[in-house]
């Protein structure tokens, strides 16, 4: 065979094996794109975009449908249902994979309103399922319909999973609260209604985004209003910590007026959503979101803070009228009514 035979088939050979290396890196490239999407798949069942108040994600749904993607007993606690409202009762119904036998609590509460009592308790069946039935509360308004699992008031074999305070506690449901001046975790969901326009209504799962400036104590809320029939919904970003007490009023132009109002706590990344009835007499008002420190806040928010807001800065900062070097948080909003 001739010299210039055997250069060419070397040749040939070089680029038959060029273009099968090139292949399996083509091919190695899509199966990383498909781990990747099926990761990014897997992260958005994790997730729902927009605002707070949104339906239910489709953990919820898988959830509901009794297939949960974790076990029973899981760190990672996933929690989804309905609420169903008649002239009697508020109903939820739902699903978890909190262990059989974990006792949860339902709460509701009304706008405005110092009503207590509206409770009942359950426990988890061998399914994850449960059924909570609150009495519904006489008088009209706004409610708020919560259900709590806590593990600090479990029995032992319970509240070791999720160890102590519940500090073993994964997921978008953990929420913090304070008692005897220490944060331990607890696990939340719930929903907002009014009784008089709504009679079904899914318990909302939450989306978290913190902020890298979380915590700092210059202090920013970026609120988005919305109406939605007869009430303005309020929802809002903001870098505050978890726990920290925000109001909502109406601002009316040149007088008072009384029963436009709201409070909540902020949750775990900042955000916190209100909302307030329209007022049906009125031409121009100011929403008006404010957070203003005090001896009750939890001990995490005094030390950034202040106790009396020493340490607030920024553009939204204000003097309290109460109290001398106090200081506050005040967003300001002003409304032109829908024709």
Known sequence: MSKHMITKIGWNLLCAFLILTMMAACSREKASTRSMAQHEAEARAYTVTGNPNQGASSLDERAANHTPVHQQGSSYVEISGGVSIDKNTVKVTGHSNLPAGARIKGNLAVKNSLLTGYTDETTI???????????????????????????????????????SGGNKLEGPYVYQYEEN????????????????????????????????????????????????????????????????????????????????????????????SMRVKKPSLANRYTIVISFEPNEDMWTNAKQAYGTQGERLSGPLVKSADDKEGSKQIEARIPIQPKS
Do not use: C
């Open 125 to 163: 069946q061998k399914d994850g399922s449960f059924v909570l039935r609150v009495q519904r509360p006489g008088i009209q308004g706004s409610m708020d319909l919560t259900v709590l699992f806590r593990p600090d008031d479990q029995d032992n074999e319970i509240r070791n999973l999720y160890g």
């Open 181 to 272: 001046k220490q944060l331990l975790h607890e696990v939340r969901i719930g929903a907002e209604f009014d009784p008089e326009q709504e009679r079904n209504t899914p318990l909302v799962k939450p989306v978290w985004n913190k902020p890298k400036d979380y915590g700092s104590p210059q202090v920013w809320i970026k609120p988005d209003v919305k109406q939605e029939g007869n009430y303005y919904h309020v929802y809002a970003r903001s870098n505050l910590l978890e726990g920290s007490d925000v109001k909502l009023t109406i601002d009316f132009p040149g007088r008072w007026q009384f029963g436009y109002d709201d409070q909540t706590k902020v949750m775990p990344d900042g955000s916190f």
